[in-house]
């Protein structure tokens, strides 16, 4: 995405969303069905869930608002709030939107989606990314820490080589659409990758501003 895209993203989730922790886009746990949800069981206790699902117990309380450790069987608990989703066979952009309790444009919008068409296997965005503008005094360890994630995974996100960030940069602190993205290796084909992906050379030509079939080892290629 080019310095603009990012910043008029940026600036449409921020007008569009409540701000939290000074992001453009925190939403409550149950604002949305964008959540991975259990049902307690028998012997179950927050300590061993959270040892299970690789989460911190102080982030299970978060999710479930709980001012105790206590759990009861037969209760749903979220384990983790879902920011993307693969595609699968039958999905339509109308159906998605019903489904996360959103809508079309809003999907498009956050997927930077042109078209209405999506395809089995695709990674979409079914809530806003969280992006942040970065201030003085901001590192990518503290911008980590405050937003409950890794400093490899926003570097992901952003597609960053090194832990450098500028004052103002906008970087994504969840899953991005630019992390949609694949590295050409040698012997790809934008044939061979479409096959592969499931998406069409029209397609692909079209997603990254190609103007001939020519690919080459180590060329980014977004899928969305």
Excluded: C
């Excluded at 959270?50 to 102080?58: A, G, I, L, P, R």
């Excluded at 005094?137 to 992901?156: C, H, M, P, R």
């Amino acid at each position: 995405m080019k310095k603009h895209q990012r910043a008029a993203l940026a600036l449409a989730i921020t007008l569009g969303l409540s701000g939290a922790l000074g992001f453009s886009s925190f939403e409550p746990a149950f604002a949305t069905n964008t959540n991975e949800v259990i049902t307690i069981k028998k012997g179950d206790t927050l300590y061993s869930l959270s040892k299970k699902y690789n989460v911190t117990m102080d982030e299970l309380k978060k999710l479930n608002d709980l001012t105790s450790s206590k759990i009861i069987a037969g209760e749903k608990l979220i384990i983790k709030e879902v920011s993307d989703i693969v595609v699968k066979k039958g999905d339509t952009l109308y159906s998605l939107a019903e489904t996360y309790g959103t809508t079309v444009e809003k999907l498009k919008e956050w997927n930077l989606l042109s078209y209405d068409n999506i395809y089995t296997g695709q990674k979409l965005l079914i809530k806003a990314p969280v992006i942040k503008e970065v201030k003085k005094g901001d590192t990518l360890y503290s911008l980590a820490k405050k937003s409950n994630t890794s400093v490899e995974q926003i570097k992901e996100w952003n597609n960053l080589t090194s832990d450098t960030i500028k004052i103002g940069q906008q970087i994504y602190l969840s899953p991005s659409p630019e992390s949609f993205t694949i590295t050409v290796k040698k012997g790809d084909t934008l044939y061979s990758l479409s096959k592969k992906y499931g998406v069409t050379v029209v397609t692909l030509k079209k997603l990254n501003e190609l103007t001939s079939n020519t690919i080459y080892s180590g060329q980014k290629l977004r899928l969305n």
